[in-house]
């Protein structure tokens, strides 16, 4: 695990965004298998391209796209094991990924975006993707 206070700031990147943070594996299944409409999950992380790509590439999308999940959430690789794991499960058969964006429409996977979708890609890029992502499955 990383000290909290190391990692705060990267979990502020989001959580200043307007995402929730799932610390548990119960807060992940309460809601993905209850919630009907979009999640986002963002698995946070605290490498150079969840830093440079992945949570700026984030808010980008969500500056630039009209439609936009109904809940932005996030889990952080290396310190919310157990949440973590359970969005894993439920990203099957993708393999673990950090950092990582799964988008959820009636709790199940509809769009999935890995670790080397995110390296070598800057911001934009991934905001753009990203917008392309809300505009199919979000209302």
């Known amino acids: 695990m990383y000290p909290e206070e190391l990692i705060a700031p990267m979990r502020a990147e989001l959580t200043d965004a307007g995402f929730q ?7 992940v299944d309460n809601h993905l298998k209850s919630h009907k409409g979009t999640t986002l999950i963002v698995v946070n992380s605290v490498c150079g391209c969840a830093a440079g790509a992945a949570r700026p590439g984030v808010r980008y999308a969500l500056e630039k796209s009209d439609k936009k999940p109904d809940v932005l959430a996030t889990v952080f690789a290396g310190n919310d094991k157990a949440a973590v794991d359970k969005v894993r499960e439920y990203v099957l058969p993708y393999p673990p990924s950090s950092p990582a964006m799964a988008l959820f429409k009636d709790g199940e996977l509809v769009h ?28």
Not at 21 to 27: A, K, Q, T, V, Y
Not at 121 to 129: E, F, L, P, V
């Open 112 to 139: 999935f975006i890995e670790r080397h979708h995110i390296e070598g890609r800057n911001a934009q890029m991934i905001g753009d993707h990203l917008v392309e992502v809300f505009e199919h499955f979000c209302n």
């Open 21 to 27: 943070e799932f610390r548990s594996s119960d807060d």
